[in-house]
């Protein structure tokens, strides 16, 4: 049952990256929703559903950025395994470290992305940096909290389920 | 003792399912020239096409009166800029004749809406709701009222992902308007497009027109780019850097249309989505574009006399 929520979730979470980004962006800044949600996932129910949310996300993500087919999927898939592996370490009831966490890992993978996509180029990554991916560390942050309340008042995903 | 055991296997089940995930990943990402990814596209867009749909006209049912509104105020600032060109154009037609030009190729515009833009920040493509069954191809150049948009990479059957000019695969040959000076239009990051390739002591200047040049074979000659905002010239370098601001707001855009070849009609038709419905409009690209205010106008123009 959780695994079918999983998925039809992922599917919401990933159509509605796709259609409403524009929408809720603010100058061009949109916030990360599906990082947003496979962190979740994995921060709550550990390795397996990290491995395979972060792979699922990341595939269907990248369906529709064939330029570079395989990018999101190798790294939403080792977010899902890292962030379910610290599963064990942390206290999950603890909103506020799971949102601190969740700022620190979205600012790595846009580091790392970054650092893939311009190969390298100084110059232009810093520029990147600080432009894009520092704001949408804090606007994605601030959503997070949202989400998050919002994931967790659902049955299926509650800590004594 | 049995519990230990299922943990530890669990875990390298885990581990080793990660390992070669990853592998696959990497080889997608290593290898994704030779997928199919118009296969790899049908499937999602399969799955995500309907809610995909459904949250687009549930958004655009909230921006239809606004858009009316503005909609309106633009057709009455049109229609006398139309009155204006069709003067003109009647003189161009006669001039190139005179001077005894080639005709140029007219083309048809197939409306799409967009209905989706790639996660992430950087270079971001966008799903349009037009595919293969409306007669849309890879390599088909997309334009917006405003100007050139980007082309077609991918197309299924009801959808197509469309390369932005705010894309570092996105290589576009521009010539200046005024001077006539050509480069290769790039992103290479930030707000602005890179002009590149131009020499040093060029004749560019802040505010001239970009278009494109026809070259490469992609993009019809004479689609607005946009305008150039910054020039620099380092005697270091052996060309001049180039700042260009696009004419399409790409954050505001909503619909857009693919440029496809006319081989027989000398018209510009307008492709509804059932071909059946083609709207026939006299719409000659290379001449009615002449701002990108003028190709919305001829457009609407055409439309309104249907």
Sequence with gaps: MRVTLVFLLMFIFVALQISLSPLISIKEIAPNLILIFVFFIAFSFGQ?????????????CDTFNSTYFGLNMALFLIIGFIIGTLKVKFYRDNLFIQVIIF???????????????????????FVNILRYSIPQVFYSTLISLFIFSLLRKIPLFATNH | MLESSKKNYLKNFNFWTFVILLILSILSYTFKGNLRMDVVQGISSIILYPVEKTITFTKNIFYVYRKNIELSR??????????????????????????????????YLIPCEIIGKSPGLHNRSIIIDGGLEDGIEKNMPVVSTRGLVGKIIETTQKTSELLTLYNRNSFISAVDLRSRVQGIVNWQGGRFLILEDVPLHSDIKVEDTLLTSGMGGVFPKGIFIGKVIKVEESPKEIVMKIGIEPFVNFSLLEDVFVLTESMTSPLMEIITPDTSNAIMVQLDIFETIKNPQNFGSSLLNNLMTQ
């Design chain 1, 48 to 60: 397996t559903y990290g491995i395979w949310t972060g792979f699922f996300s990341g595939f269907l």
């Design chain 1, 103 to 125: 700022a620190i890992t979205l600012l790595l993978y846009e580091i790392i992305y970054t650092i893939l996509l311009w190969q390298f180029s100084v110059g232009i990554f």
């Design chain 2, 74 to 107: 633009e057709i009455a600032t049109i229609s006398l800029e139309i009155q204006r060109c069709a003067n003109i154009k009647k003189e161009n037609r006669i001039l190139r004749e005179l001077y005894g030009y080639k005709p140029m190729n007219d083309f």
